[in-house]
């Protein structure tokens, strides 16, 4: 080594500048080739161990996988089975329940039922009893009124016959007085008819002689005058022909009529005077009858009254049974829904009790409660202090709980127990997170990426170079130097093996 060392150094003495510029880049440039080609062989080592390294952790994860897949199969399979057994008794027992209830409110809606129908019988029989005494009082009161109308036709009768005789009576006499008065009247008319003649025949001369006179006067005037006289008198009569002749038929009709209507309204007269008469007593027996009928109807207006209160007081008695009817139905409804509740809570609690004491170590089984750390002197304490009647409303409700004490002991032994894993599985949640890092660590050192050539790494060394930093801890204390171990460098082994 020293001679090829001193050959050296004599041939570098032997050249130039230049050339020795020249020797020391070529032996730089073969140093750099060789680096790289050492760093190329490395990186291909360590990806071809990284690659078989990935096919077996691959291939065994694969095999765990398959084989823990059959395990929680039949585990999953076992659980299965028995939350289905716990499915169907806990079925069962709802079945049974629901069979029950119903049984139960069947029961009740018979009753019911029973109920209904004996108010309703009840209810019809005093509807009946109530008809037949109204039934019973309209009958009084309709035969007393047909007696009292029986009555009041036979007065009737027997006026309107009397009326009758009177009247045949007086029409005979007024028949006597008018032949008596139209004979008087007879010979005053004839009285009357010769003062009338006698009067006419000198009213005649007169208007004669006046004639004659007026006549030489007016004999030229008047002929032309009747000439037209006679004209329009001929076209009247030709016009007027008709209405002429009917004129004369309505006359004799009219007169025949007035002497019918003079004789009519004698006999209506003597009607009305008989009518006002019927008419007195029709209106004193009416004022009789009226107050009667005004009685009756008080009397109808009464019953009524007393009908409608019995009424309303029925109804609002039916009302007040129906409301709390309906009180009774959605107060049981509700107790149906809490009892309900109550029995689901019950079922759930049972079930989990079933599934907890599948649970439950031998040891939990056979001391399901956990000694008491008293000591004898306080548990005596402790039993007299309770012995004590409880002067507190508080203290008063907790002793009707006592029952419940062995249930908290479970409860508070159990609360316990979770707490306890609570905080293993806090520190074993550390420890894991501790173990993945350091894994990641150790996973980043021995493979080669991108990620990993971008962060720091110990194991990747360049020109005697890491990019890792310095640990903060001193290597001569003794927490540090318990966990050192000795470490080749991957390059060295390379270097010496090829």
Request: aromatic share 6%; proline share 1%.
């Amino acid at each position: 080594m020293p001679k090829k060392g001193g050959k050296k150094s004599a041939k570098l003495s032997n050249m130039s500048e230049e050339e020795r510029l020249l020797f020391m880049q070529q032996k730089a440039l073969a140093e750099e080739e060789l680096s790289k080609k050492k760093e190329d062989i490395l990186t291909q080592f360590l990806k071809d161990k990284l690659a078989k390294e990935e096919k077996s952790s691959v291939l065994n994860l694969n095999k765990i996988n398959q084989q823990w897949r059959v395990l929680m199969r039949e585990t999953k399979g076992r659980e299965l089975k028995k939350d289905i057994e716990v499915l169907s008794q806990t079925f069962e027992r709802v079945v049974d329940r629901k069979d029950s209830v119903i049984k139960s409110l069947a029961w009740d809606l018979e009753e019911a039922e029973a109920q209904y129908s004996q108010a309703l019988r009840a209810h019809l029989h005093n509807l009946d009893v109530l008809l037949q005494l109204q039934r019973g009082r309209l009958e009084s009161l309709e035969q007393n009124y047909q007696a009292e109308l029986e009555a009041l036709r036979g007065e009737f009768h027997t006026e309107r016959e009397l009326i009758l005789s009177q009247h045949q009576q007086e029409c005979t006499h007024l028949e006597d007085i008018s032949f008596a008065m139209e004979q008087n009247y007879s010979e005053q008319e004839n009285d009357v008819k010769q003062d009338f003649h006698s009067v006419r025949d000198e009213i005649r001369n007169k208007n004669i002689e006046e004639k004659h006179a007026l006549r030489i006067q007016l004999e030229g005037t008047v002929e032309e005058l009747w000439r037209h006289f006679q004209q329009a008198l001929r076209s009247y009569n030709e016009t007027t022909e008709e209405r002429k002749s009917a004129f004369e038929a309505l006359r004799g009709r009219d007169e025949k009529s007035a002497k019918e209507i003079e004789m009519q309204m004698k006999k209506i007269q003597k009607l009305q005077d008989s009518i006002a008469l019927v008419r007195s007593r029709l209106a004193s027996n009416a004022r009789e009858s009226e107050k009667q009928n005004r009685r009756l109807q008080e009397e109808k207006e009464a019953i009524q009254g007393h009908f409608h209160t019995i009424k309303t007081q029925m109804n609002w008695a039916r009302a007040c049974e129906r409301g709390q009817l309906a009180k009774l139905t959605l107060h049981s409804n509700a107790a149906i829904k809490k009892l309900q509740q109550l029995i689901e809570k019950g079922d759930h609690v049972l079930r989990l009790t079933e599934m907890c004491r599948k649970l439950e170590t031998e040891e939990e089984k056979v001391l399901p409660f956990y000694s008491s750390s008293l000591s004898a002197e306080e548990q005596s304490q402790e039993q007299a202090a309770a012995m004590e009647p409880p002067t507190e409303q508080l203290a008063q409700a907790m002793q009707d709980y006592t029952a419940l004490e062995r249930f908290w002991q479970r409860y508070n032994k159990a609360l316990l127990e979770q707490l306890a894993l609570e905080r293993e599985k806090a520190v074993l949640a550390q420890e894991n997170a501790q173990l993945r890092q350091l894994l990641k660590q150790y996973l980043d050192g021995i493979s080669v990426s991108d990620d990993t050539l971008g962060q720091l790494n110990p194991l990747f060394i360049v020109n005697q170079r890491t990019n890792a930093r310095l640990p903060a801890v001193p290597l001569s204390e003794g927490r540090v130097a318990r966990h050192t171990h000795t470490v080749i460098e991957a390059a060295h082994i390379v270097q010496h093996t090829i």
